[in-house]
């Protein structure tokens, strides 16, 4: 495992916020899924993947939903990696993402090549 060696502090740390926004825009979004306690979405169980997972599974009537779970789960993915040291590293190849590609989708897990 190791880290990204392009990336600044500063690109990483707009990467992050993009990222925060996008999960808590995500949130309100789907604040609705909440009527179902079961599949209840608060700050806390918002950061579990397996949540997402869990609503996917639930076979969601909206097909607009079902985006914005998965968007959502990318976007939490891409948190999640970031906390661990891997983010930006393709999961393909193993290369580093270039900025401009993370720039423009964040969430991305491969690079170009890879798709
Ligand atoms: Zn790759």
Do not use: W
């Amino acid at each position: 495992m190791s880290a990204h060696p392009e990336l600044t502090p500063e690109q990483l740390l707009v990467l992050r916020e993009t990222l925060d926004d996008d999960i808590a825009r995500l949130g309100r979004r789907l604040a609705h899924l909440k009527a179902d306690d079961s599949v209840a979405l608060d700050q806390q169980a918002i950061g579990r993947v397996s949540r997402m997972d869990a609503l996917m599974n639930q076979g969601l009537a909206q097909a607009s939903d079902q985006r914005a779970v998965r968007d959502l789960a990318a976007a939490l993915e891409a948190r999640d990696r970031m906390d661990d040291g891997t983010y930006g590293l393709c999961g393909g190849c193993g290369q580093p993402i270039p900025f401009a590609r993370l720039d423009a989708m964040p969430e991305a897990r491969n690079c170009a090549r890879c798709g």
